[in-house]
Each structure stands twice: as structure tokens, then as C-alpha cells.
């Protein structure tokens, strides 16, 4: 009897908030990074092939490095003679900063010349081939993460102003009816005004390796939302 009664008195002073009917939506990888070389240069070394899984800082491409390695270590040499020079009163401070800045250029270059993973994911696909000349800013190699997916849900306004981060999300796939759980990660603070929508983003997992890009139904579970005190009427 005693649960009862507080639960009559919290849905009589409060407001049960959910979703009336689910709201479609498409899965979305959580991580999706496409990159590109600073300059253009000859293709290497490909060291991974779409599929492969991948972990952060995992070299995967590589520009063909040897000229500029070679320049690097001459500049070294003449960074060495200057600062040699500069210690007899033959050379001033300022040759000497300047030759240091050029090995320091050019270290950031080699470094440059070589791709590596920003993230923990898949190689979803190789735009270059080893012998092949790749222009600098093109995309050359796509990194995607999938685990966790991410849906990016149109909720209605006035519910979506309801949801906290954390908050439980229900995740039905339509082509199985396949049903799992999410959470609320983000709820966006601009609302859309065509659609009078507000972006909610959930975060599902996938261990089951499924695809981005499904088609998914989203639905919330009830929700109680404390009344709003007398003083902030």
C-alpha cells in the first residue's frame, strides 16, 4: 500500500515523459576520419589493407622518404659546422637559429610523410597504391570505429528538453527486430526550427560488429520528471 501511494503521488505531481511512437534514425560510426598527406610524394609503403583492424598510432601509409632523410642529414652536418663556427666567433647566433629551424622544418616534413592512426578502428578504404603518386590534401586512407555506433535522433522539442545525458535509450533494428540498449551522450542545445526537433545523440553498443548506415527504430522509456517548485513558476 505504502508503494503505491508514492507512486500516485509522484505521477500526480510529476509528469511522465516518453517517446508516443519510435522515431526512425540511421546508425552513424563514432569515429570517422579520412586522411591526406601535406605534400605531394611517391606512395612507398601501404602498410595495411581495407578491413584491417587498427589502433591508435598504427602506422598505415608511408611516402617514400629517403631524398628528404638525406637532406636532413646534411643539413644536420652544416648545423654542426656552424654551431662549430659560431663557437670561434666565425659564425653569428642568428646562422646558427636559422640552421637549426631548417632541420627542425624539415623533421616535421618526414614526419609528415608518414600516416598514422588518430584513432582505434577499421580500414575502411585505400584511395593509393604503392608506386603511385598522391597529391597533397587528397584523401588517400578512410579510418572508421563502429564499436560503439552512434544514432543521431530528431526528437521532438518538447521531449528532448526533458532528457539528461546517461538517460536509456531502447534500439530496435527493423530487418531482424533485433532489440538493444543505448544511452543519451549528448542532447544538443540548438534546437531545429523547421522540424521543432532537437538532436539527441545515443550511443549503442556493437560487439556484434554491425555495419553504420542500418536504418533503426529509437524509443525512451517512460520517464518521471520532478513538478516544478512553487518559486520557479
Not at 25 to 53: H, L, N, Q, R, W
Request: charged share 25%; proline share 6%; with cysteine.
Amino acid at each position: 500500500i505504502f508503494f503505491l501511494i508514492c507512486t500516485y503521488l509522484i505521477i500526480s505531481n510529476g509528469h511522465v515523459h516518453a517517446t508516443e511512437s519510435p522515431i526512425t534514425a540511421i546508425t552513424i560510426p563514432s569515429g570517422d576520419v579520412t586522411m591526406s598527406f601535406v605534400k605531394a610524394g611517391i606512395i612507398e609503403k601501404v602498410i595495411v589493407k581495407e578491413g584491417d583492424a587498427v589502433i591508435e598510432q598504427q602506422m598505415l601509409i608511408q611516402q617514400d622518404i629517403k631524398a628528404a632523410q638525406a637532406s636532413l642529414a646534411q643539413k644536420k652536418i652544416d648545423l654542426d659546422r656552424l654551431e662549430w663556427a659560431a663557437g670561434r666567433g666565425s659564425a653569428t647566433e642568428l646562422e646558427v637559429e636559422h640552421a637549426r629551424l631548417d632541420v627542425k622544418v624539415l623533421e616535421i616534413l618526414i614526419d609528415n610523410m608518414t600516416l598514422k592512426s588518430p584513432i582505434s578502428g577499421t580500414v575502411d578504404k585505400i584511395e593509393v597504391e604503392v608506386g603511385e603518386a598522391a597529391n597533397g590534401l587528397e584523401d588517400v586512407i578512410r579510418i572508421v570505429k563502429t564499436d560503439p555506433l552512434w544514432v543521431d535522433v530528431p526528437v521532438p522539442l518538447k521531449l528532448g528538453r526533458t532528457f539528461n545525458k546517461n538517460q536509456p535509450a531502447d534500439i530496435t533494428f527493423p530487418e531482424t527486430f533485433e532489440k538493444t540498449s543505448g544511452k543519451i551522450i549528448y542532447v544538443s542545445t540548438v534546437a531545429d526550427a523547421a522540424s521543432s526537433t532537437l538532436r539527441v545523440r545515443i550511443e549503442v553498443p556493437n560487439k556484434q560488429k554491425r555495419p553504420a548506415g542500418e536504418q533503426v527504430q529509437v524509443s525512451f522509456p517512460k520517464t518521471v520528471v520532478p513538478p516544478t517548485s512553487k518559486g520557479d513558476k
